[in-house]
Nanobody
Framework: QVQLVESGGGLVQAGGSLRISCAASGGTFSNYDMGWFRQAPGKEREFVAAINWGGKTTIYADSVKGRFTISRDNAKNTVYLQMNSLKPEDTAVYYC??????????????????WGQGIQVTVSS
């Protein structure tokens, strides 16, 4: 059983930056691809980014491409999401998720096995 705990969320002004983290425990972190998803009030959960088990391959939603960067440190059992040039529409609860390593990287949340509790990111205009 893998436990995931997000941290680093908060309030930031439009155009600003924020880095959120997700610490994993209870499993072999490098056995899992990792993803970030988000859910805004009244909207469905959506895919944001994913990174493969070794950190060499990443994919992004079109809405965040060029602004967000996903990375991981397998020695620290942690995945990160660096968010730059934030927009009010990025406001959401952000969730990290773990998927037993597969190919290609998955964008559907239904394919992920473990989820964090979520963390709020609010971007003010």
């Amino acid at each position: 059983q893998v436990q995931l705990v997000e941290s680093g969320g908060g309030l930031v002004q439009a155009g600003g930056s924020l880095r959120i983290s997700c610490a994993a425990s209870g499993g072999t972190f490098s056995n899992y691809d990792m993803g970030w998803f988000r859910q805004a009030p009244g909207k469905e959960r959506e895919f944001v980014a994913a990174i493969n088990w070794g950190g060499k391959t990443t994919i992004y939603a079109d809405s965040v491409k060029g602004r967000f960067t996903i990375s991981r440190d397998n020695a620290k059992n942690t995945v990160y999401l660096q968010m730059n040039s934030l927009k009010p529409e990025d406001t959401a609860v952000y969730y990290c998720a773990a998927d037993r390593a597969s190919w290609p990287l998955r964008q559907s949340g239904n394919e992920y096995d473990y989820w964090g509790q979520g963390i709020q990111v609010t971007v003010s205009s």
